[in-house]
């Protein structure tokens, strides 16, 4: 990662924006502002750098959902964090499904913020310190070098947290998994969000890498406990 962290806020709310806009610069990221979602598709086109986008649910044109999707379906694996309204549950799920990374609930304090952002951010710049750079698994080669998973050598386009899953299973092969195993491997050990990112980040995976993913057979459910690599 570069040392000027670059980060895209797109919040229609100018009070809010400029809210979160003083706090991210406190803590030494450059933001850049984004009222719209033209408007945010369009600086991330200008500027390949950014490492992390904040998209706001609500907006006036295209919604943080449709931004989202956008940014997944250029192929890019920066991070992402969805701001959802605290009475808009479907909006956590919805957001993860389209490719999100974290969601903060508004109204949310500048701590908060920042930590979910500081946690995404070692994530995306973790290095692996594995001597093995590959993994294989059935049908899966898992190249952590290039932090890229490919099945039946067709690659499989992750996210950033997708892979840090991936890369948890197929490490662990066999080995049942807890929910909180799971969260403090992924998301860090001083996370404070809900289980159920897990729950959604796995439904969103099972899609890519599963068959069939409503009969999962790479991904296992442990009921009541979490999940396993293979069955």
């Given amino acids: 990662m570069d040392d000027i962290k670059k980060i895209l806020v797109l919040e229609d709310e100018a009070g809010i924006r400029s809210f979160v806009v003083i706090n991210l610069r406190r803590s030494g990221y450059e933001p850049i502002e984004a009222a719209t979602g033209e408007e945010a598709l369009r600086l991330l086109a200008e500027n390949d750098d950014i490492g992390v986008a904040l998209l706001d649910v609500m907006l ?33 799920v919805t957001g993860l499904m389209t490719g999100a990374d974290d969601y903060v609930t508004k109204p949310f304090s500048p701590s908060e913020l920042i930590a979910r952002v500081d946690a995404l951010y070692r994530r995306l710049g973790a290095a692996d310190d594995s001597s093995d750079d590959e993994i294989e ?11 890229t998973l490919d099945k039946n050598g067709e690659r499989v386009k992750l996210t950033q947290t997708e892979y840090s899953l991936i890369k948890l299973f197929m490490e662990n092969p066999g080995r049942a998994l807890s929910r909180e195993d799971i969260l403090e491997n992924v998301w860090g050990a001083d996370y404070n969000g809900e289980l159920k990112i897990v729950d959604v980040n796995i439904r969103r995976l099972r899609m890519k890498v599963e068959d069939t993913p ?18």
């Fill in 137 to 147: 698994s059935g049908p899966f080669v898992l190249n952590k070098r290039n932090r």
């Fill in 60 to 92: 006036p044109d295209i919604d943080g959902f449709e931004v989202c999707r956008r940014i997944r379906a250029s192929g890019s694996r920066m991070g992402i964090i969805m701001l959802t309204a605290l009475s808009q549950e479907m909006d956590k």
């Fill in 214 to 231: 409503t009969v999962p057979v790479y991904i296992t459910t442990i009921w009541g406990y979490g999940y396993k690599w293979g069955s």
